[in-house]
T-cell receptor, first 117, second 111 residues
Framework: NAGVTQTPKFQVLKTGQSMTLQCAQD?????MSWYRQDPGMGLRLIHY???????DQGEVPNGYNVSRSTTEDFPLRLLSAAPSQTSVYFC????????????????FGPGTRLTVL | GESVGLHLPTLSVQEGDNSIINCAYS??????FIWYKQESGKGPQFIID?????DKRQGQRVTVLLNKTVKHLSLQIAATQPGDSAVYFC??????????FGTGTRLQVFP
């Protein structure tokens, strides 16, 4: 049971390049989410998904796309990278929500450190 | 920690002492709060949560206190150990699908 895995661990992009950050979980969790973490800003929600085929925007969705074709995978796409997207990106998963509440026991991946030059 | 900030507030405590980490939240409508721990190079890890109908909740060596009047949350760690060194975040649920994270506090434990 690997939990939540993210690849790559580190990435350097040039402005305007596109790339996909991979996230996978093997716990059969329905809820998955992407956060970015910047100094002094805490974690901010980018996109999330409550199940295969369902995605929704979080707090800072601009410049990012997601899809959820399977329960296991939740890739995050940067369409045209900008220096403002330099950050550490965390993927998280959790069992299905109950009582309409954000899952408390979200399991976070180890993160991807992205630098955009 | 992993890019968590050169400018984080830092709490330094001696091993064996109790630690108190504070957090002010922003939304008076928030009804659910979580504390996370983030060690260097790792993702955040759930510690303890509390709902707004409570003012105190205890876990193993940790206690969360909630003061809704002043919108304040605190995490108390008893008998702090070197393994408690990390960055601690509070988070508030402002909608059914959205958590707002605080900026974090770095806890340093020295012998």
């Amino acid at each position: 049971n690997a939990g939540v895995t993210q690849t790559p661990k580190f990435q350097v992009l040039k402005t305007g390049q596109s790339m996909t950050l991979q996230c996978a979980q093997d716990m059969n969790h329905e809820y998955m989410s992407w956060y970015r973490q910047d100094p002094g800003m805490g974690l901010r929600l980018i996109h999330y998904s409550v199940g295969a085929g369902i995605t929704d925007q979080g707090e800072v969705p601009n410049g990012y796309n997601v899809s959820r074709s399977t329960t296991e995978d939740f890739p995050l796409r940067l369409l045209s990278a900008a220096p403002s997207q330099t950050s550490v990106y965390f993927c998280a998963s959790a069992p299905a929500r109950t009582s309409g509440r954000v899952p408390d026991t979200q399991y976070f991946g180890p993160g991807t450190r992205l630098t955009v030059l | 920690g992993e890019s968590v900030g050169l400018h984080l507030p830092t709490l330094s405590v001696q091993e064996g002492d109790n630690s108190i980490i504070n957090c002010a939240y922003s939304n008076s409508a928030s009804d659910y709060f979580i504390w996370y721990k983030q060690e260097s190079g790792k993702g955040p890890q759930f510690i303890i949560d509390i709902r707004s109908n409570m003012d105190k909740r205890q876990g193993q060596r940790v206690t969360v206190l909630l003061n809704k009047t002043v919108k304040h949350l605190s995490l108390q760690i008893a008998a702090t150990q070197p393994g408690d060194s990390a960055v601690y975040f509070c988070a508030e649920q402002v909608r059914t699908d959205k958590l707002i994270f605080g900026t974090g506090t770095r806890l340093q434990v020295f012998p």
